[in-house]
């Protein structure tokens, strides 16, 4: 049974480019989120997707936005990059309650140069 | 306000036990958990407690919670070198969707 998978692992892009993120959740989960962790610190929540539409969003601004497919994968999208977006993201994927936590992905390593 | 806060480093010697501590503020979370991050990886869900109960044991690992203090720890036994790691501690926040809020992490090293 594959868990969260996320493509790509790695990634480096410039300033003001635009970068698309993917991830796949663990089966049988239909609820994704997407995390932002910058070196040294612990993960931020930046929003999460439930029934193809955005349910919750964090402190991030406009440039950061998301997707969620039919299929339940879903897609993070970052405009206008910045130095400061350089960070790991984690797709996380849970049932709506998410009672028994949250079943992370390895994250895609995005550096802007 | 929504805050987890831990310590940031541990050092202990194989064999001793671990213990990771962890403040959070938020009284009506339900769920708090601890993940597990090894380098150049991504989280790894160790255990969780619900929050209506002090204490939560899972092989080598036992979770106490205060919950009057809003204070979380993570005891590792018999510490082995494959424990070191950042873990983190998390509290899960139910606003219209839930999400999780997660301390810096603390650097766990186990000396042989």
């Known amino acids: 049974d594959a868990g969260v998978t996320q493509s790509p692992t790695h990634l480096i892009k410039t300033r003001g480019q635009q970068v698309t993120l993917r991830c796949s959740p663990k089966?049988?989960?239909?609820?994704v989120s997407w995390y932002q962790q910058a070196l040294g610190q612990g993960p931020q929540f930046i929003f999460q997707?439930?029934?193809?539409?955005?349910?919750q969003r964090g402190n991030f601004p406009d440039r950061f936005s998301g997707h969620q497919f039919p299929n339940y994968s879903s897609e993070l999208n970052v405009n206008a990059l910045l130095l400061g977006d350089s960070a790991l993201y984690l797709c996380?994927?849970?049932?709506?309650?998410?009672?028994?936590?949250?079943?992370f992905g390895s994250g895609t390593r995005l550096t802007v140069v | 306000g929504e805050d987890v806060e831990q310590s940031l480093f541990l050092s202990v010697r194989e064999g001793d036990s671990s213990v990771i501590n962890c403040t959070y503020t938020?009284?009506?979370?339900?769920?708090l958990y601890w993940y597990k991050q090894e380098p150049g990886a991504g989280l790894q869900l160790l255990t969780y407690?619900?929050?209506?109960?002090d204490m939560k044991q899972d092989q080598r690992l036992t979770v106490l919670l205060n919950k009057k203090d809003k204070h979380l720890s993570l005891r590792i036994a018999d510490t082995q070198t494959g424990d070191s790691a950042i873990y983190f501690c998390?509290?899960?926040?139910?606003?219209?969707?839930?999400?999780?809020?997660f301390g810096q992490g603390t650097e766990l090293s186990v000396k042989p």
């Open positions: 998390a509290e899960f926040v139910y606003n219209q969707g839930g999400k999780l809020i």
């Open positions: 938020d009284s009506s979370s339900t769920y």
């Open positions: 407690i619900f929050s209506n109960m």
């Open positions: 996380a994927s849970s049932f709506p309650t998410a009672n028994y936590g949250y079943t």
């Open positions: 089966s049988g989960h239909d609820t």
């Open positions: 997707y439930y029934e193809e539409e955005e349910r």
